[in-house]
């Protein structure tokens, strides 16, 4: 930024000139969660697990010996990552995502779901009475979240004092 204290512009301001630059960037974490699956690799510490993997690979490379060596390089590639990806994917299984909120469960979802028809219905009809509905679902969606979570808290903090004194 800067100001241009010369310019008359028949009053007591300044005008002032700036340079904006945007810059618009996706975050990695974005960028990557819809690339490939996660595979459950702590499966591999287990003995029998990491010896039928070892084994699949071993078998599914085995299979690809006996390809000529007339195709595509890149369809060769293609046919080791399949290969690959699915005896992960048998031998390991999907890595499941951790859920960050044990207390949220299927009637919490039911809650959201009801506030996002009362916020569409808001929208398509800006009337008073959808405005009521809508900031009385909030207000219920609300006191449900916090008492399930207050609820939640409670019952840990209860675990904790039973074990604390066993």
Known sequence: MRSFRGADCD??????????RERLAVGKQA???????????????????REQHKI???????ALENLNDDEDV???????????????KESLGLHELKQNNP?????????LDQRKRA?????????QSNVDNL???????????????????????EEFETNNKI
């Not at 699949?56 to 085995?62: D, G, H, K, L, P």
């Not at 916020?119 to 009337?127: C, E, F, H, N, T």
């Not at 900031?135 to 903090?157: C, G, I, P, Q």
Request: net charge positive; glycine share 2%.
């Open 31 to 49: 960028a990557q969660r819809f690339d490939r699956q996660r595979y459950n690799l702590r499966k591999l510490n287990e003995p029998e697990v």
């Open 103 to 111: 207390w949220f469960d299927e009637e919490c979802l039911g809650f």
């Open 119 to 127: 916020k569409i219905q808001w929208i398509q009809d800006r009337s």
């Open 135 to 157: 900031n009385k679902v909030r207000r219920e969606v609300s006191r449900h979240f916090r008492n399930k979570k207050k609820a939640y808290l409670r019952a840990k903090f």
């Open 56 to 62: 699949e690979i071993t078998n599914m490379f085995a």
């Open 74 to 88: 890149n369809r060769i590639w293609e046919n080791i990552k399949e290969n690959i990806q699915t005896s992960a």
């Open 11 to 20: 009053t007591d301001h300044y005008l002032v000139i700036a340079k904006v």
